[in-house]
């Protein structure tokens, strides 16, 4: 099989995971630990597929032509062992990312995940495992910033956990209802949306708070000016 033709079949998994299992057997694990490796590991590919796998493997786990442990604690490695390289790539490259300008990074992306890394701090190694794109440069953006490894592996193997346990899980149980088969990139970007929603609602509020705080602060400072020009001169 051509690289072209085994990349597509990478990149649609939702309806091709049968074809790879005929294809390749067994070999099939080292592919999707390949596939999760990649996606959080390497910066490059912010576009594999990394939910909607997760969820079509937990399906074909149901039917038995997977095993569901084997599966799960492979990906949990694939994905803890993943962000760790990028982790240590970040630390290495440091700071420096901000001010050249390296082709093979995507700087909107970049700047995105830094944004999102200094409003959560830790926590964003945990919330970017259910978000496209912010998933793969969130540990590599902890690497540049400087966070300590001790802390950075607590957020990647909760993480990890967590992300791939659910989303197995999820694809187990309900992967085979036709409905949800059949609109599984639908349901993935509800899923996607129903964890973006909540953080951009609270970043929202954040600000609001932050404005109206100043808003009140500048309406004192002003009150107090015009009571102390009403005081009779001493």
Known sequence: MEFSQLLSLVLHVDKSL?????????????????????????????????????????????????????LIVLLILAAVIGNTVNYYVGRAIGQQVYTRNYRWLDRQALEKTHAFFDKHGGKTIVIARWLPVVRTFAPFVAGVSGMSLARFQFYNVTGAVFWVVVLVMAGYFFGNIPVIRDHLNTIVLIGVAAAVVPVALGA????????????????????????GSRLPPG
Do not use: Q
Request: hydrophobic letters at 55%.
């Open 18 to 70: 049968d074809t790879m299992l005929l294809a390749y057997g067994p070999w099939v694990y080292a592919l999707l630990f390949a596939i999760v490796f990649a996606e959080t590991g390497l910066v490059v590919f912010p576009f594999l597929p990394g939910d909607t796998l997760l969820f079509v493997g937990g399906a074909f786990c149901a039917n038995g032509a997977m095993h569901t442990g084997l």
């Open 204 to 227: 929202v509020w954040r600000f609001v708070a932050k404005f109206r705080k100043g808003g009140a602060s500048g309406a004192a400072s002003v009150s107090d000016k015009d009571a």
